[in-house]
């Protein structure tokens, strides 16, 4: 049941979903004739709610699956933990197939080794901020001094310090999300199951959780899933992003994948309004040394121009190459590797690599 040489922490294989009486009639239907969506609607009364979805995560990394509404991005994300069964298809965690998992198996994974987070944190009213936190502890028989010695830990982890003793009531929206994140860290898990934990919250308090939660998974490095319908929150928040519609998974990349290289015109259309400048790299544009100098053009000497590093955005390179005649020289491990023109960086402003 173990595949020890995974190396993906969470894995989905080929996994759909369809809702419905007649939902291994209407998947075998989609698997001989390609139908739609709307064709499984008409024929078969049934819904693909996930179609043929396979993604990984490996550790320590926030994959954010992004999508509109009925895109199918939340009931992707609850067979992860088995809150939704596959009508097709595997789910691995930590090389562990979900599925054979006995019912006492399934519930020690959900306690131990995944945390979820959800828009609606669904705090306990009658129970402090501590209480809350420790709750899952509490499920678990660990002894009271230990789970509120965690709870205290994880409170001021969420910057709650001196919030343990108050109610929920008392919280404003943005602190009782913390809770609801720190509940889910209390128990220490491997995996963070996210289904848009902050697209409820005002712009500015949203921003600063999620500036708060990238700190914390730099430090925690817990593997996460994070789900929205946000792109600019997956750029933000991802290191890769899958984008869902209709069930399907269109397109896999990091941000800069995804901006510079949309799939189709659906994630065209999505990338269209957003600033390239913190997403494309000098190696995404510059034009190698080699390159630079068969066109028959010479390289300045180095000294005399700006230097940057490969993994500088465009923003950096803008500031560099303002009030210069001489092109950007990308320089890795003291040796230039690449070139970066005026030509060169307009264009990858432009979205253009």
């Given at each position: 049941?173990?595949?020890?040489?995974s190396a993906n922490v969470v894995e989905t294989r080929?996994?759909?979903?369809?809702?419905?009486?007649?939902?291994?009639?209407?998947?075998e239907a989609v698997r001989q004739d390609n139908l739609s969506k709307d064709e499984v609607l008409e024929r078969f009364d049934a819904?693909?709610?996930?179609?043929d979805v396979s993604i990984s995560a490996g550790a320590g990394e926030i994959f954010c699956i992004m999508g509109l509404s009925g895109s199918g991005k939340s009931t992707l994300?609850?067979?992860?933990?088995?809150?939704?069964?596959?009508?097709?298809?595997?789910?691995?965690?930590?090389?562990?197939n979900v599925g054979m998992l006995k019912p006492e198996e399934l519930l020690a994974m959900r306690a131990e080794s995944i945390g979820m987070v959800f828009q609606n944190m669904a705090l306990l009213p009658h129970r402090t901020v501590r209480d809350n936190i420790a709750f899952a502890l509490e499920l678990r028989n660990v002894d009271i001094f230990t789970?509120?010695?965690v709870a205290d830990k994880v409170i001021e982890l969420v910057s709650l310090k001196g919030y343990g003793d108050r109610y929920p009531s008392e919280l404003s929206g943005g602190m009782q999300q913390r809770v609801g994140?720190?509940?889910a860290l209390a128990a220490d898990p491997d995996i963070l199951l996210m289904d848009e934990p902050f697209s409820a919250l005002d712009p500015l308090i949203r921003r600063g959780l999620q500036d708060e939660f990238l700190e914390l998974s730099a430090s925690m490095k817990k593997t996460t899933l994070f789900i929205t319908h946000d792109l600019d929150e997956a750029i933000r928040m991802g290191s890769r992003i899958a984008i869902m519609k209709d069930g399907e998974i269109v397109q896999t990349g990091t941000p800069e994948e995804i901006v510079t290289k949309p799939a189709d015109d659906y994630v065209a259309d999505f990338v269209a309004g957003i600033s390239k400048l913190r997403l494309v790299y000098a190696h995404t544009v510059m034009i190698h040394i080699e390159e630079f100098e068969s066109t028959g053009s010479k390289l300045p000497a180095i000294e005399e121009c700006p230097r940057a590093h490969p993994e500088d955005d465009l923003d950096k390179l803008i500031g560099l190459?303002?009030?210069?005649?001489?092109?950007?020289?990308?320089?890795d491990d003291s040796m230039p590797v690449g070139v970066v023109t005026k030509d060169a960086l307009l264009r990858g402003i432009q979205g253009e690599t």
């Amino acid at each position: 049941m173990t595949d020890s040489s995974s190396a993906n922490v969470v894995e989905t294989r080929n996994v759909w979903k369809i809702f419905g009486d007649r939902a291994d009639e209407a998947l075998e239907a989609v698997r001989q004739d390609n139908l739609s969506k709307d064709e499984v609607l008409e024929r078969f009364d049934a819904v693909v709610g996930v179609r043929d979805v396979s993604i990984s995560a490996g550790a320590g990394e926030i994959f954010c699956i992004m999508g509109l509404s009925g895109s199918g991005k939340s009931t992707l994300v609850r067979h992860i933990n088995r809150l939704i069964e596959p009508t097709a298809g595997e789910i691995l965690v930590n090389g562990v197939n979900v599925g054979m998992l006995k019912p006492e198996e399934l519930l020690a994974m959900r306690a131990e080794s995944i945390g979820m987070v959800f828009q609606n944190m669904a705090l306990l009213p009658h129970r402090t901020v501590r209480d809350n936190i420790a709750f899952a502890l509490e499920l678990r028989n660990v002894d009271i001094f230990t789970r509120n010695n965690v709870a205290d830990k994880v409170i001021e982890l969420v910057s709650l310090k001196g919030y343990g003793d108050r109610y929920p009531s008392e919280l404003s929206g943005g602190m009782q999300q913390r809770v609801g994140l720190a509940r889910a860290l209390a128990a220490d898990p491997d995996i963070l199951l996210m289904d848009e934990p902050f697209s409820a919250l005002d712009p500015l308090i949203r921003r600063g959780l999620q500036d708060e939660f990238l700190e914390l998974s730099a430090s925690m490095k817990k593997t996460t899933l994070f789900i929205t319908h946000d792109l600019d929150e997956a750029i933000r928040m991802g290191s890769r992003i899958a984008i869902m519609k209709d069930g399907e998974i269109v397109q896999t990349g990091t941000p800069e994948e995804i901006v510079t290289k949309p799939a189709d015109d659906y994630v065209a259309d999505f990338v269209a309004g957003i600033s390239k400048l913190r997403l494309v790299y000098a190696h995404t544009v510059m034009i190698h040394i080699e390159e630079f100098e068969s066109t028959g053009s010479k390289l300045p000497a180095i000294e005399e121009c700006p230097r940057a590093h490969p993994e500088d955005d465009l923003d950096k390179l803008i500031g560099l190459a303002v009030n210069q005649e001489n092109p950007v020289i990308i320089m890795d491990d003291s040796m230039p590797v690449g070139v970066v023109t005026k030509d060169a960086l307009l264009r990858g402003i432009q979205g253009e690599t």
